[in-house]
Structure formats: C-alpha cells, structure tokens
Nanobody
Framework: QVQLVESGGGLVQAGGSLRLSCVGSRRTFSSYAMGWFRQAPGKERESVAR????????VYADSVKGRFTISRDNAKNTVYLQMNSLKPEDTAVYYCAADQFPYGSYEYWGQGTQVTVSS
C-alpha cells in the first residue's frame, strides 16, 4: 500500500504563486510516474500535469502550460507542483497520484489540498 500526502495549498491572490508537495511512503516511489489532478466545484476532475519516473519527461494541460511546473526528488520520495501566475479559475482541490508499472492508470491517490485564488 502506498500513502500519498499533499501539502502546500492555501489562499492566494490572482497573480501569486504556490508550491504543492506530495510525499510518498514507499522506496519504490522512484519507479512510479506521478501526476497532479484538480477538481473545482461543480466540475469533473482533470489532469494538470504528469512526470515520468526519473523526471526527464513531463506533460501539462493546455490551461496551465507556461505557468505550472511539475518536478520530483526521488531521494525525498516527493513530487512538486510549482504554480505561478495563478488565476481564479485555478481554484480547486489538487490531488497527487501514482502510476505504477505497467504504466497507464493511477493506482494510488492522495486526499487533496485546497487551492483558492481570489481576484
């Protein structure tokens, strides 16, 4: 069983920045692809970013390209989401998730951290 714990959410004004962290509980963390998702009130969950096992490749939703950066530190069993130039439409609960080999679906999920962007 893999435990994922998010932190770093909070209230910020439009144009501000936040850095989210997600810490995993297993040594095999370095073999997982990791992703960040978000869900806003009244909307379905959407993928924000994904990073491969060694951090050499990442993909982003069009809505956050150029503003958000996903990264990881496998020595710390941690994945990050740096969020800059935040907009009110970024307001959501943000979740991290782990995709274990064979890759293709996320098997483990954190409980989420709230990000609120005011205008």
């Amino acid at each position: 069983q893999v435990q994922l714990v998010e932190s770093g959410g909070g209230l910020v004004q439009a144009g501000g920045s936040l850095r989210l962290s997600c810490v995993g509980s297993r040594r095999t963390f370095s073999s997982y692809a990791m992703g960040w998702f978000r869900q806003a009130p009244g909307k379905e969950r959407e993928s924000v970013a994904r990073i491969n096992w060694n951090g050499s490749s990442s993909v982003y939703a069009d809505s956050v390209k150029g503003r958000f950066t996903i990264s990881r530190d496998n020595a710390k069993n941690t994945v990050y989401l740096q969020m800059n130039s935040l907009k009110p439409e970024d307001t959501a609960v943000y979740y991290c998730a782990a995709d274990q080999f064979p890759y293709g679906s996320y098997e483990y999920w954190g409980q989420g951290t709230q990000v609120t962007v005011s205008s």
